[in-house]
């Protein structure tokens, strides 16, 4: 059984694309990995400062659109009074996730987890650490995606439309705690469907024979 914790993590960013919006908001949650739960008072959530006008082309970003400040309701006015800059949004981040490795070393390192983190989240991630010269935090190996568990699990049920978490998660397994589009709300979300999904596996695996399954 896996040792690690799993911080649960995801951002809210000022448009679509994952090379040039902007994060706005970093929300987390650590699951404990033994006990396959979310670790009590473990909540991280911090809102970002956004960059406009000349310093936000000179960093190669474009500047937060209409259209996302209407899905998830971070404003530029709310962003101005309570956000701190990304590299104090950063840097704090680094610092929880490093507080959550079971031991020292990067094996012991949490492990990422989140909805399409693979195609959205992390090289947004990875872009804004490499652009203040900070390492990535997490385990090197490591990472779960549970947007693509979830197509694994549905592979084939017509039932099922998208894979968002707006369809799939709110829609179809009637999810109806918390806003959607808000970071910290959308990662509680997202580890609950982590928990359930791997409780689900480690109970079926239990009960299955491998050795010598090729015999």
Not at 165 to 172: E, H, K, P, Q, V
Request: hydrophobic fraction near 40%.
């Amino acid at each position: 059984m896996n040792n690690n914790n799993y911080i649960v993590w995801d951002l809210e960013t000022g448009g679509l694309s994952n090379e040039t919006s902007q994060i706005v908001q970093i929300g987390a949650v650590v699951v404990d990995g033994r006990r396959m739960e979310i670790v009590p008072n473990s909540e991280f959530n911090i809102l970002i400062k956004p960059l406009y006008g000349e310093e936000c082309a000179k960093a190669g970003l474009e500047e937060l659109s209409d259209g996302a400040i209407k899905v998830h309701g971070k404003t530029h006015e709310l962003l101005a009074k309570e956000g701190v800059s990304l590299e104090s949004a950063l840097t704090n981040f680094l610092s929880y996730i490093g507080s959550h490795a079971i031991k020292k070393g990067q094996w012991s390192r949490p492990i990422s987890a989140g909805y399409n983190i693979v195609n959205y989240d992390h090289p947004l991630l990875r872009r804004d650490l490499k652009r203040y010269g900070m390492e990535w935090p997490f385990h090197p190996r490591d990472i779960v995606d549970v947007m693509q568990l979830m197509g694994l699990f549905f592979e084939n049920d017509k039932n099922v439309g998208s894979l968002s978490a707006d369809n799939l998660i709110r829609g179809y397994f009637g999810y109806n705690i918390g806003k959607g589009h808000d970071a910290l709300a959308d990662v509680v979300m997202t580890a609950e469907v982590f928990i359930k999904s791997m409780r689900l596996i480690r109970k079926t695996v239990s009960n299955v024979k491998f050795e010598g399954c090729f015999q």
